[in-house]
């Protein structure tokens, strides 16, 4: 997946190289582009201040979310895939509820561009990164924490989740010699990426 000064957002196949999809919407340069935990959405920020939600089989926009005074500098799902941090150029992280599209919550503090953000891997806190030279870390209210992954049914889910965040779509992250037998709810995209780094079913 790529994102463009052009304004689009590109899907590939790693294999062949071919163009999959072409996701249009944004009115200037893409700053940043991240797959949800699941690999069923994709999230973007942008130049035009916005941050939007699509759908990675179909290349539907599902969502503008828009709040940010200036560039959207960087965008990151949380590990649960309920909720989108983004950061801007405006100084502050905002929170979002994938579901409705409604911002959640703003974080101020920091007094320069915000470079970077992830989440820990329960989703209860944040660490950001900016160009006023800080690192920070925010702890979120327990309403936003959706998922339990203590709970068994959420078990194979939560192993999913955990190695896709560690860098599959976009560090390149080897799982050479990796067995995924009895995986469930992987979706076409995320058993290719599997495959393509070495790992089997």
Not at 85 to 96: E, K, M, P, Q, V
Request: hydrophobic residues 35%; glycine residues 10%.
């Amino acid at each position: 997946m790529s994102g463009s000064n052009d304004k689009t957002i590109r899907l590939w196949n790693a294999l062949t190289g071919e163009m999959l999809q072409i996701l249009e919407g944004h009115k200037h340069h893409i700053s940043s582009v991240q797959f949800s935990p699941d690999g069923s959405k994709i999230v973007s920020g942008s130049w035009d201040k916005t941050v939007r939600l699509w759908d990675t089989l179909s290349g539907k926009q599902l969502q503008v979310l828009e709040g940010h005074t200036s560039i959207t500098s960087f965008v990151q799902f949380s590990p649960g895939g309920s909720i989108i941090a983004s950061g801007s150029y405006d100084n502050t992280i905002r929170l979002w509820d994938v579901a409705s599209g409604k911002q959640l919550q703003k974080l101020e503090g920091h007094s320069d561009t915000i470079t970077s953000i992830e989440f820990s891997s329960d989703g209860f806190k944040i660490v950001s990164a900016s160009n006023d030279k800080t690192i920070r870390l925010w702890k979120l209210p327990s309403q936003y924490h959706k998922i339990n992954f203590s709970d068994p049914e959420n078990s194979n889910l939560c192993l999913w989740k955990c190695v896709w965040q560690s860098g599959v779509p976009y560090c390149g992250l080897s799982m050479k010699r990796s067995i995924w037998k009895g995986a469930k709810g992987l979706i076409s995209p995320q058993i290719l990426l599997v495959e393509q780094r070495g790992g089997t079913f």
